[in-house]
């Protein structure tokens, strides 16, 4: 069984980076689609980036795009989601997902396509 642990949250300042790891086991690393989702309260997950189980292919939501990064490391099993130039609208608890998947693209972009999932990490960007 997939197990993800996220870890690299915290409360940093607007303009601030960081970056949030998501380590997976208990399983083939490369056959599994890895997303970040985040969540606020009261509110549905939603999409902020996602990568190809190669690594070939990211996806991110429209308003995040040029600040965040997401990568893979199969050496580590490890995704990661590098986030610069912090907002307070980023502010929320973030989760890592995975996926096994054939495909070589991002084409899942939803909580509902995703079978496995972090405890979650918070971010507090502050003004």
């Known amino acids: 069984q997939v197990h993800l642990a996220e870890a690299g949250g915290g409360l940093v300042q607007a303009g601030a980076s960081l970056r949030l790891s998501c380590a997976f086991s208990?399983?083939?690393?490369?056959?599994?689609?890895m997303t970040w989702f985040r969540q606020n309260p009261g509110k549905e997950r939603a999409f902020v980036a996602g990568?190809?189980?190669?690594?070939?292919?990211?996806l991110y939501a429209d308003s995040l795009k040029g600040r965040f990064t997401i990568s893979k490391n199969a050496a580590e099993n490890t995704a990661y989601l590098q986030m610069n130039s912090l907002k307070p609208e980023d502010t929320g608890v973030y989760y890592c997902?995975?996926?096994?998947?054939?495909?070589?693209?991002?084409?899942?972009?939803?909580?509902?396509?995703?079978?496995?999932w972090g405890q979650g990490t918070q971010v507090t960007v502050s003004f």
């Open positions: 997902a995975a996926r096994t998947t054939q495909r070589n693209n991002v084409y899942y972009n939803t909580p509902e396509a995703y079978t496995a």
């Open positions: 208990g399983g083939y690393f490369n056959g599994y689609a």
């Open positions: 990568i190809s189980r190669t690594s070939g292919d990211t």
